[in-house]
């Protein structure tokens, strides 16, 4: 078993949220499992993108991303990534074939994010870029919405 992956305290909030990322898709599989209507599913994606999703992807993009430069191979990856579940979660069609097209694209996202790119960053910030992304992204608490936990 691979070791666990050092974390760089100031990263620490982004793989919490990533943590939350990775239950969204089991509650996926799991709605999909228990045979839920596409349209509740769809409706819970809507809050977790508007609530987290988007706004993390704009914390990464704006203050994480620069410390290996938008030519970088890994952060194309990311942003082409990121402009791809974009597209998923605002998609109002065919909701079957979205949710789950979402459930696959966001957890190897999040995996590549935390087992590659976040390593390759961490590696090459200075302590300073760190101490940045500190003070730009306070940790936010997640609030569940239980307003329908279809995958109960």
Request: hydrophobic share 40%; net charge negative.
């Amino acid at each position: 078993m691979p070791n666990p992956i050092k974390r760089n305290e100031a990263l620490k909030p982004l793989s919490r949220d990533h943590h939350h990322g990775l239950l969204l898709c089991w509650k996926i599989r799991q709605g999909i499992k228990l045979n839920i209507e596409p349209e509740r599913i769809k409706k819970y994606l809507d809050w977790f993108w508007m609530s987290y999703l988007k706004p993390h992807f704009e914390i990464e993009e704006q203050y994480v991303f620069p410390i290996l430069g938008n030519e970088n191979e890994l952060v194309k990856q990311a942003l082409a990534e990121h402009r791809r579940l974009e597209r998923l979660f605002e998609n109002e069609g065919e909701l079957s074939k979205t949710n789950s097209l979402i459930e696959e694209e966001l957890e190897k996202h999040i995996r590549f994010e935390e087992r590659v790119l976040f390593n390759a960053i961490q590696s090459v910030a200075s302590s300073e870029q760190l101490i940045q992304i500190e003070i730009d992204f306070s940790d936010k608490s997640f609030y569940e919405n239980l307003s329908d936990p279809f995958w109960l």
